[in-house]
T-cell receptor, first 111, second 114 residues
């Protein structure tokens, strides 16, 4: 079963705009990770945020984590057409070593 | 340094048949996890292998089984295929000591069951 929901399910923006995706989860976690998937192929790891962290940056990516609300957000700044992909959050639950994925957000960046 | 590789890329089977998918982990990784991704959904965890044993299992029936070899490569076997088994099957490798952080995914095997 899926861990939680991602919001929105689909997002279409213009190149240069910012894209924000949200993820909610249900259990106690060790960390939360964001992955990107192009055209139904393999997943690419983007960023990991630990349960004791509130915000993390990597290049044009900014991730926040609110463990009290069991939610996370991924912000992609100054988007590019190459950012077009599906984005998934995944949690590593306490006591487990396997990831539980959300349902994903499909991002379309128009050139 | 090769990443995670999977074979075959695509596979077409009929209901009731059996299938074997293969995965070679990233160099230096000792743990392999398998995920099933239905169209339009997020991946779902099938099971994880470490030291040639199944260590964790998701909510999948016994028709799904696996194996890990001494060189850390792994196989996923599915018996008595159903139409609903049509999906992208993803293999991910990681280092046990890393505790499940940052799993590296292969390109997947697209299985179609007719």
């Amino acid at each position: 079963s899926q861990q939680g929901e991602e919001d929105p399910q689909a997002l279409s923006i213009q190149e240069g705009e910012n894209a924000t995706m949200n993820c909610s989860y249900k259990t106690s976690i060790n960390n939360l990770q964001w992955y990107r998937q192009n055209s139904g192929r393999g997943l690419v790891h983007l960023i990991l945020i630990r349960s004791n962290e509130r915000e993390k940056h990597s290049g044009r990516l900014r991730v926040t984590l609110d463990t009290s609300k069991k939610s996370s957000s991924l912000l992609i700044t100054a988007s590019r057409a190459a950012d077009t992909a599906s984005y998934f959050c995944a949690t590593l639950d306490t006591g487990r070593r396997a990831l539980t994925f959300g349902s994903g957000t499909r991002l379309q960046v128009q050139p | 340094d090769a990443g995670v590789t999977q074979s075959p890329t695509h596979l077409i089977k009929t209901r009731g048949q059996q299938v074997t998918l293969r995965c070679s982990p990233k160099s230096g990784h000792d743990t392999v996890s398998w995920y099933q991704q239905a169209l339009g959904q997020g991946p779902q965890f099938i099971f994880q292998y470490y030291e040639e044993e199944e260590r964790q299992r998701g909510n999948f029936p016994d028709r799904f089984s696996g194996h890990q070899f001494p060189n850390y490569s792994s196989e996923l076997n599915v018996n008595a295929l159903l139409l609903g088994d049509s999906a992208l099957y993803l293999c991910a490798s990681s280092l046990r000591l890393a505790g499940g952080n940052e799993q590296f995914f292969g390109p997947g095997t697209r299985l179609t069951v007719l």
